[in-house]
């Protein structure tokens, strides 16, 4: 079992930047990708970013460019760093980690508590 807990969610203006944090800690050796999903009111969650253990990244095309994720193999986390943030990317960000059969078998694997990140002026 993984066990995932975010942080750096906040209140943030449109054009500015939030960067989240995901500790992972438990079977952490096994873990094949890292993901950021998200989930605003009314829709349902969507992949953001994704990052292997190999290192390659993947990003929805609402975010390419302007948000990156990275991943610090001594202090067990992952970050999303996010930057010329819209309104519309306000949401639950929830951190995700798939064993290589979670991934396989198109299971979710663990999840984070979630946290709020708000877009408004």
């Known amino acids: 079992q993984v066990q995932l807990v975010e942080s750096g969610g906040g209140l943030v203006q449109p054009g500015g930047s939030l960067r989240l944090s995901c500790a992972a800690s438990g079977s952490i050796t096994d873990i094949y990708t890292m993901n950021w999903y998200r989930q605003a009111p009314g829709k349902q969650r969507e992949l953001v970013a994704s990052?292997?253990?190999?290192?390659?990244?993947d990003y929805a095309d609402s975010v390419k460019g302007r948000f990156t994720i990275s991943g610090d193999n001594v202090k067990n986390t992952v970050y999303l760093q996010m930057n010329s943030l819209k309104p519309e990317d306000t949401a639950v960000y929830y951190c995700?980690?798939?064993?290589?059969?979670?991934?396989?078998?198109?299971?979710?694997?663990?999840w984070g508590q979630g946290t709020q990140v708000t877009v408004s002026s």
């Open positions: 990052i292997t253990s190999g290192g390659r990244t």
């Open positions: 995700n980690s798939q064993f290589l059969g979670d991934y396989l078998n198109g299971d979710f694997g663990s």
